[in-house]
C-alpha cells in the first residue's frame, strides 16, 4: 500500500543551526509534495510545494528538495529560532485516495529550537 | 493566503446530541473541501472529500450516517457528528482546495474544532 513516511517523531536542535527534516515514500510516485506547518491546536499552514521534476525549491530560510531515486523529500530551516518550533508535516495529493484529490499526509516531525 | 473559517473552535456536548461544525472559505470559491481527524500526536486523517453540489466521498471505515457531510455551495461546507459519542471526541479540520485549473495547489485549513463528548 501507499505510504508517505516521516521517520523523526522529534527534532531537537539549538537556535542558529540547520534543522533537517526526511520524508519518504513507498509504493507510489507522487507528481508532487507539499510541506506544511501545524502550531498546537491550531490547522496546518502550507509552507512549499515541489513538483517531481524540481530538484529544489527555496522560501527565505525554507528549502525543500525532491530525490524520485531515493524517494524522499527533505526539507531544511536555516538559521534556525525559537519561533520555528513547531510540527512539520508532508503531504503528497493522494490520486488514490477515494475520491482522488485530497492530501494524505505523513505522521509528522514536531521540532523544537532551543535558545 | 486564502482564509478558511472553521466555527466552532471548540464545543463540549452530551452524549447522544448532534453537533455541526462549519468551515467556510472566506476569499475564494473552494470546488473542493476536506474533512480530517486529528488524535493527539497523530498525523490528520482524511475521513471524507465533498465537491461544491455533490454527495461526499468518504474514506474507508468512515461511517457516513455519523458524520454528515454538505457541501452546498463554494464556500461553505458542513460536518454533522450525529449521535456523538465519547469516542467521536477528536480535533476534526477542514480543509479547503481550488482544483478547477489544477491539483498543483495547496490546501488551505481551518482552525480546527475540538470536540468533546462527556
Known amino acids: 500500500s501507499q505510504k508517505i513516511e516521516q521517520n523523526s517523531e522529534a527534532l531537537n536542535i539549538q537556535e542558529g543551526k540547520t534543522a533537517t527534516l526526511t520524508c519518504n515514500y513507498t509504493?507510489?510516485?507522487?507528481?508532487?509534495l507539499q510541506w506544511y506547518r501545524q502550531d498546537p491546536g491550531r490547522g496546518p499552514v502550507f509552507l512549499l510545494l515541489?513538483?517531481?521534476?524540481?530538484k529544489e525549491k527555496r522560501k527565505e530560510r525554507l528549502k525543500v528538495t525532491f530525490d524520485t531515486t531515493l524517494k524522499q523529500s527533505l526539507f531544511h530551516i536555516t538559521a534556525s529560532q525559537p519561533a520555528d518550533s513547531a510540527t512539520y508535516l508532508c503531504?503528497?495529493?493522494?490520486?488514490?485516495?477515494?475520491?482522488?484529490?485530497?492530501?494524505?499526509f505523513g505522521k509528522g516531525t514536531t521540532l523544537s529550537v532551543s535558545s | 493566503g486564502a482564509v478558511v473559517s472553521q466555527h466552532p473552535s471548540w464545543v463540549i456536548c452530551k452524549s447522544g446530541t448532534s453537533v455541526k461544525i462549519e468551515c467556510r472559505s472566506l476569499?475564494?470559491?473552494?470546488?473542493?473541501m476536506f474533512w480530517y481527524r486529528q488524535f493527539p500526536k497523530k498525523s490528520l486523517m482524511l475521513m471524507a472529500t465533498?465537491?461544491?453540489?455533490?454527495?461526499?466521498?468518504?474514506e474507508q471505515g468512515v461511517e457516513k450516517d455519523k458524520f454528515l457531510i454538505n457541501h452546498a455551495s463554494l464556500t461553505l461546507s458542513t460536518l454533522t457528528v450525529t449521535s456523538a459519542h465519547p469516542e467521536d471526541s477528536s480535533f476534526y479540520i477542514c480543509?479547503?482546495?481550488?482544483?478547477?485549473?489544477?491539483?498543483?495547489?495547496?490546501?488551505?485549513f481551518g482552525q480546527g474544532t475540538r470536540l468533546t463528548v462527556v
Open positions: 515541489i513538483r517531481e521534476n524540481e
Open positions: 465533498s465537491n461544491e453540489g455533490s454527495k461526499a466521498t468518504y
Open positions: 476569499d475564494f470559491q473552494a470546488t473542493t
Open positions: 503531504a503528497y495529493g493522494g490520486e488514490l485516495n477515494q475520491a482522488g484529490t485530497a492530501l494524505i
Open positions: 509504493n507510489y510516485s507522487p507528481a508532487y
Open positions: 480543509s479547503a482546495r481550488d482544483l478547477r485549473e489544477s491539483t498543483l495547489t495547496e490546501a488551505f
